[in-house]
């Protein structure tokens, strides 16, 4: 009988355990301090530059050029946006750390392969909470959008300049809007023109009403005009999209809780049904053709929740 085959076990595990978090490690690597600060009130001129002779939205350009960022840049940038109090190490520490549970529980309860699929269910989690909190955030802000624009305008004929308008901002409103308008100020105050902090804003937030905001206002400061009176017509027209958009999102509830439903319903009863009778469901991952069935069952669910949540996606 081999009596090192254990020891060699173990070695094989912490060799797996160390080479995961060296990947971790130089996928999150922190900078240093200092530069890590600076680097979220840093103007980036690139994603401005016209494209083809044609300026195209801040949002949409900023978007391109974080397809070309790192993992570990997107996280950052992803939970920063999210407002969660996790750094992109700890997030990944936790992503890690479901995904070895639903191994371990789907390797005691069924076998390997259903272990992968729990962990990678598990894993997912995280991502989608991140994802949902991140488009809740820019929403909420999306909605305080006239109120700013009211405030700002009522200050800067009140003969208030751009930049003190924006610290009365930062006063007056609430979370999330008072959050990234602090941003704003504090790059100014690192020597950050204000027009470029602002614009570095709605690359950050990716919000359509706020490139319009953010464009109207480097106008002005290019071309001159009456910035007040711009504001307050967009800030009219921002209101009347929002109050759409609220109709909209009330009368397609009813069909965005039947695509939830649709898409969790067969999850929860699979579930549950494997708690009770691991046996039963087993059958479904045993080999041959059989499991092909939870593979398009899960494939025809993700179809039906993509095709219902696009249906009710109505853009205004």
């Known amino acids: 009988m081999n009596t090192n085959g254990p020891l060699l076990f173990g070695l094989l595990i912490a060799l797996d355990v160390l080479v995961v978090f060296i990947a971790l490690w130089r996928i999150t690597r922190p900078k240093d301090p200092v530069e890590q600060r600076l680097e979220s009130y840093r103007a980036n ?73 729990l962990a990678a269910a598990l894993a997912t989690l995280p991502l989608i909470y991140l994802n949902v ?26 003969g208030y300049g751009l930049s003190q308008a924006l610290e009365m901002l930062e006063e007056r409103i609430p979370p999330p809007a008072s959050k990234e308008i602090g941003r704003v100020i504090r790059a100014t105050s690192l020597g950050i023109p204000v ?7 709605a690359a950050r ?24 009176q711009t504001l307050e017509t967009i800030a009219d027209t921002i209101r009347e999209r929002i109050r759409i958009q609220r109709e909209i999102r009330v009368l397609t509830s009813e069909q965005r809780f039947t695509g939830y439903v649709l898409g969790l319903l067969p999850i929860g009863v699979a579930f549950l049904i494997f708690t009770l009778n691991p046996g039963y469901m087993s059958r479904l991952f045993e080999p041959g053709l059989t499991r092909l069935v939870p593979i398009a069952a899960v494939l025809l669910q993700i179809l039906g929740f993509f095709v219902i949540s696009r249906i009710v996606d109505i853009e205004v």
């Open 45 to 117: 001129g690139d994603i401005y530059a016209p494209q083809g002779g044609k300026f195209q939205p801040i949002g949409r350009q900023a978007r391109r050029q974080r397809r070309g960022a790192g993992i570990g840049a997107r996280l950052a940038e992803a939970l920063s946006l999210a407002d969660l109090p996790f750094t992109v190490p700890e997030y990944m520490l936790l992503i890690l750390a479901l995904a070895t549970a639903g191994i371990i529980l789907g390797i005691l309860r069924l076998n390997l392969g259903f272990g992968a699929v």
């Open 133 to 158: 909190r991140r488009k809740r955030r820019q929403r909420a802000f999306s909605y305080q959008i006239p109120d700013m624009l009211t405030l700002l305008v009522g200050a800067m004929r009140a």
């Open 195 to 201: 027009h470029q902090a602002l614009r570095d804003m």
């Open 205 to 228: 937030l990716d919000i359509d009403d706020l490139d319009l905001v953010v464009t109207a206002i480097n106008v002005q400061h290019q071309m001159g005009g009456n910035l007040a």
